[in-house]
């Protein structure tokens, strides 16, 4: 983190910015791990469509086509 300031930081605005720099590196460590199930249910459909787009776009045109019968 860039330090803008231009002197001694006081007792108190040191302790800000520790608990600033804490909060920010549990935000970091807490980023990579994925929150929920959804979220990980749609990184895996991600990672399917990745690996095999044109069987991911047939699975796609056949739900859009069992969708558009509904209606």
């Known amino acids: 983190m860039t330090d803008l300031s231009v002197g001694p930081l006081s007792a ?16 970091e460590d807490n980023a990579g ?18 690996e095999a787009p044109l069987h991911a776009l047939a699975v796609a045109f056949v739900l859009g086509v069992m969708v558009a019968r509904r209606r």
Do not use: C, F
Not at 35 to 47: E, G, S
């Open 12 to 27: 108190e605005e040191a302790r800000i910015q520790n608990a600033a720099d804490q909060a920010y590196r549990v935000l």
């Open 33 to 50: 791990a994925p929150a929920n199930t959804t979220v990980r249910l749609l990184d895996l459909v991600r990672d399917l469509t990745r």
